[in-house]
Nanobody, 115 residues
Framework: QVQLVESGGGLVQPGGSLRLSCAAS????????MAWYRQTPGNPRELVAR????????AYADSVKGRFTVSRDNAKNTVYLQMNSLKLEDTSVYYC????????WGQGTQVTVSS
């Protein structure tokens, strides 16, 4: 079966960095649109970053533009989210998304930015 597993979350101080990974199994990510979302309690899931199937086209939410970078390594069947200059408001559960004939979601990884 298809599975997306996020990793790399944790506790970091404001201004710090984290690198999230999303490893896919049961499906090849090659050529598929993928994205990162985040969600905090009581709020809808927010699109943070997206990347085209070939990895050449990316887009970001205004709130993270210039600080976050999404990339992919199709050979490793993995997408990444490099998060720099983290702010308190970046605290959230981050989810990986894969677009296929149906939508696939990871379980999420917690990112907590705190001093």
């Amino acid at each position: 079966q298809v599975q997306l597993v996020e990793s790399g979350g944790g506790l970091v101080q404001p201004g710090g960095s984290l690198r999230l990974s999303c490893a896919a199994s049961g499906i090849s990510i090659t050529g598929r649109y993928m994205a990162w979302y985040r969600q905090t309690p009581g709020n809808p899931r927010e699109l943070v970053a997206r990347i085209s199937g070939g990895g050449t086209i990316t887009a970001y939410a205004d709130s993270v533009k210039g600080r976050f970078t999404v990339s992919r390594d199709n050979a490793k069947n993995t997408v990444y989210l490099q998060m720099n200059s983290l702010k308190l408001e970046d605290t959230s559960v981050y989810y990986c998304y894969l677009d296929s004939t149906v939508d696939y979601w990871g379980q999420g990884t917690q990112v907590t930015v705190s001093s």
